[in-house]
């Protein structure tokens, strides 16, 4: 079992930057490939950007790349979504989640543990 703590959302102008955190505990970090997703009110939950184990393999989202970079410190214990250049369209509950397989991939279902979510606001 592992759990998943975000932290580091906010209300951010337009153009603005965040930082958002997701500690891990419970198992082995470094086992894990761990994903950031988000979810704007009224639509799906949506894939961002995945690490993999040792964070020499990541992937982004087309809507991301370039803005956002993810990145990991297995001794913390923790993963990290740099994102800069936000634009409106970045508002949603940002979500944590994490996998024992190798490679997640971009589907929700691809992912055994979930963070509880923080909130990133976008004003325009």
């Known amino acids: 079992q592992v759990q998943l703590v975000e932290s580091g959302g906010g209300l951010v102008q337009a153009g603005g930057s965040l930082r958002l955190s997701c500690a891990a505990s419970g198992r082995t970090f470094s086992n894990y490939t761990m994903a950031w ?11 961002v950007t995945t690490i993999s184990w040792s964070g020499g393999r990541t992937y982004y989202a087309d809507s991301v790349t370039g803005r956002f970079t993810i ?6 214990n923790t993963v990290y979504l740099q994102m800069i250049r936000l634009k ?4 949603a509950v940002y979500y944590c989640a994490a996998t024992a397989v190798r490679w997640g991939g971009v589907q929700v279902d691809g992912y055994d543990y979930w963070g509880q ?7 325009s």
């Open 71 to 76: 990145s990991r410190d297995n001794a913390k």
């Open 88 to 91: 409106a369209d970045d508002t």
């Open 117 to 123: 979510g923080t909130q990133v606001t976008v004003s």
């Open 37 to 47: 997703f988000r979810q704007a009110p009224g639509k799906e939950r949506e894939f």
